[in-house]
């Protein structure tokens, strides 16, 4: 098929690799070093948690476009004359070897899955058995969940305690679970949509490539553009609830400048 079949080559792409498992990985990743950045920036002297806790977020978001760097390059062979084309293990044409044919042609995958550095799936990826028919009805009952749970603990800390100290630890219970839950939403959201955002930055390193400079009327290959217009707002959206509940939590624990000293603050006045 001809390279500018964008939809083929996706659909191709998306069942010779597990993307959800792989963008988790990322994901993972990128935790943990929004958990590093934190404690590199307490280290620094950044203590107040409106700034940190923003400034970690981002810096997690680069390391996130790091991550997903890594990752083409590891979907990318190395080929035989040194440098690497994705096109290479897909089993496109080298078109840099002399007679090569003019058309930029990409022929069919050959079917069955396959493996990518002896570590890939070895089958098609049947996104029907991996996710619920009904995404909509899923995550609404997940957000329901999610707020009953969020009421039921706000009731059980107001009832336990009293009026004035009460209402700090359910505001500090409050905006703990919202950020916990705005960041796992985040997570859920980017790892469901992973076939698209991988496959979209995969099929832009292709348009990026030289193999493919001929190819000029279907514009330059953006990787990076690409993987930014489909994970900025999750990503803005952890940011904004980072940086309320940085502030809250500094307005009722001026002193503080770690949520464990936050919760043994709690747990005493208990």
């Known amino acids: 098929m001809k390279i500018r079949n964008k939809g083929q080559f996706i659909r191709k792409f998306r069942g010779r690799f597990s993307l959800r498992l792989h963008m988790f990985a990322i994901l993972t990743a990128t935790a943990c070093s929004g958990v590093l950045a934190s404690k590199v920036l ?62 930029v042609r990409v022929p069919i995958l050959r079917p069955g899955g396959g493996q990518f550095g002896g570590a890939g799936a070895s089958a098609s990826f049947d996104a029907s058995t991996a996710i619920p028919s009904d995404l909509h ?61 991988l496959s979209e930055a995969a099929f832009e390193t292709l348009l990026a490539a030289s193999l493919i400079r001929k190819a000029k009327k279907m514009g330059n290959g953006d990787w990076v553009g690409s993987i930014f217009s489909t994970t900025w707002k999750p990503f803005l959206i952890t940011l904004v609830m980072a940086l309320v509940a940085g502030g809250i939590l500094k307005y009722y624990f001026p002193g503080a400048i770690r949520v464990a000293e936050i919760l043994s603050e709690v747990a005493t006045s208990r």
């Open 137 to 197: 009805s899923a995550v609404g009952k997940a957000a329901s969940g999610a707020a009953d749970g969020l009421g039921d603990a706000v009731g059980e800390a107001a009832g336990a305690l009293g009026e004035e100290g009460g209402f700090i630890i359910v505001v500090v219970v409050a905006v703990l679970l919202v950020l916990l839950a705005t960041i796992l939403g985040a997570t859920v959201y980017v790892v469901y949509e992973a076939p698209v955002i």
């Open 42 to 103: 307490l280290e620094l002297g950044v203590s107040s948690l409106p700034i940190r806790y923003p400034l970690a977020v981002l810096l997690a978001y680069l390391v996130f476009f790091l991550c997903v760097r890594l990752w083409l390059i590891y979907v990318t062979p190395p080929k035989k004359g040194g440098g690497s084309h994705l096109t290479d293990w897909l089993d496109f044409p080298d078109f840099s070897a002399p007679g090569s044919p003019a058309g």
